[in-house]
């Protein structure tokens, strides 16, 4: 399985923006239900965002209203949105598909810092 490009991190003071990226074939996206993932330092990795094969999106409670996933043909890319950070958004963001994630296989993901 191919994996995902991620890309956009940065650091950004809590109340700001970032959207993030990743890149992949889009035969990669059309087969799979794809999501956005996190893991801060000391956490277990969880799940942000998703959407399924049949386009239904579906958002972790923590980011619920200020997170959008959505996937732009055109362009290859499948985006996250993030509004009105938080510092507890500090993590390292992945972006992959569900067979990927079953198969525990994973990209290198974008660093997240929300610090003032």
């Known amino acids: 399985q191919v994996l995902p490009v991620e890309s956009g991190g940065g650091l950004k003071q809590p109340r700001g923006s970032l959207r993030l990226s990743c890149t992949a074939s889009l035969r990669i996206f059309d087969n799979n239900g794809f999501g956005w993932y996190r893991q801060a330092p000391g956490n277990r990795r969880e799940r942000v965002a998703h959407?399924?094969?049949?386009?239904?999106?579906s958002y972790a409670d923590s980011v619920l209203g200020r997170f959008t996933i959505s996937r732009v043909d055109a362009e290859n890319k499948v985006y996250l949105q993030m509004n009105n950070l938080k510092p507890e958004d500090t993590a390292v963001y992945y972006c992959n598909t569900d067979l990927n994630v079953v198969r525990d296989y994973w990209g290198q993901g974008t660093q997240v810092t929300v610090s003032s």
């Open positions: 959407r399924s094969s049949g386009d239904i999106t």
